[in-house]
């Protein structure tokens, strides 16, 4: 089992950064994808960003591509999403999400622990 909980939402004016952290309780965490996905309002869930187990390998949603960047702390078992030059559009709920998979991470059906969330707003 996996316990997931996200912090570092809030309110940020247009063009600001902000970074939020997932804290994963278990011994394994270091054997787990961790992605962020995350859902507006009216909105379907969508995929962010992801960083897998072996090689550490990352992907980005073309929307976030260059502005967000993820990462993580394996001694701390801790992923981070430092998100930059954001936009209203970007207002949503952020989850964090682990999987044992390293295929189709970018797919929230494979992952199988998240996060309560955490809200985002972006105000213009």
């Known amino acids: 089992q996996v316990q997931l909980v996200e912090s570092g939402g809030g309110l940020v004016q247009a063009g600001g950064s902000l970074t939020l952290s997932c804290a994963a309780s278990?011994?394994?965490?270091?054997?787990?994808?961790m992605g962020w996905f995350r859902q507006a309002p009216g909105k379907e869930r969508e995929f962010v960003a992801a960083?897998?187990?072996?090689?550490?390998?990352?992907y980005y949603a073309d929307s976030v591509k260059g502005r967000f960047t993820i990462s993580r702390d394996n001694a701390k078992n801790t992923v981070y999403l430092q998100m930059s030059s954001l936009k209203p559009e970007d207002t949503a709920v952020y989850y964090c999400a682990a999987t044992s998979s390293q295929w189709g991470v970018r797919d929230a059906r494979v992952y199988n622990y998240w996060g309560q969330g955490t809200q985002v707003t972006v105000s213009s």
């Open positions: 278990g011994r394994t965490f270091s054997s787990y994808t």
């Open positions: 960083h897998t187990w072996i090689g550490g390998t990352t």
